[in-house]
């Protein structure tokens, strides 16, 4: 939802006039929720261990830098007319760059019981949500036959979900410019 809401307000972006207005509305609704946020984030670092907090961090950094090598040595088709330097082919490359890397992060994290608290390695389900059928798929597939563990899994789809915002944060800032 989110994703889609951000690309949304991108594409109104290029055809409205009004950007101050535009962009104040906007950066209300984000301050808002981050101060909301911040505090279910201290409590979650407590809960779950630091590793949920760097790992985030460290995929928009990967993710970033990855997208500016690709774009510059690869790039040819732009991906936005916000943001003419930030091209197709930096954003796949990015996308692949930071999956791996998410996955090798979470791999040598869990063995630092100073990064990973042990024993929440994976965050109980509602039982509506435990009895699907993606689920149940997920657990015989990934962890079962494949062997990848719950941090990795999530790493790895935390990983896509930088990729796909990132370029749009980016492009927002473009059109502050």
Known sequence: LYIASMIQFLMLFEKHENYKYFLGQFSAAHLTSFICLSSTLICLVMKFGIFWFLLPSLLVIINDISAYLFGSVFGRTPLMKISPKKTIEGFVGATFTTAIASYLIAYFSLTNNWLFKQSNIFIPLSK??????????????AISKIGIRHAELHAMGLSLLV???????????????
């Open 128 to 141: 509506e949500l435990e009895s699907s059928d993606v689920l149940n798929f997920y657990k015989k597939v």
């Open 163 to 177: 990729s796909f915002i990132g370029p749009y944060g980016g492009s927002l800032c473009s059109a502050i410019k």
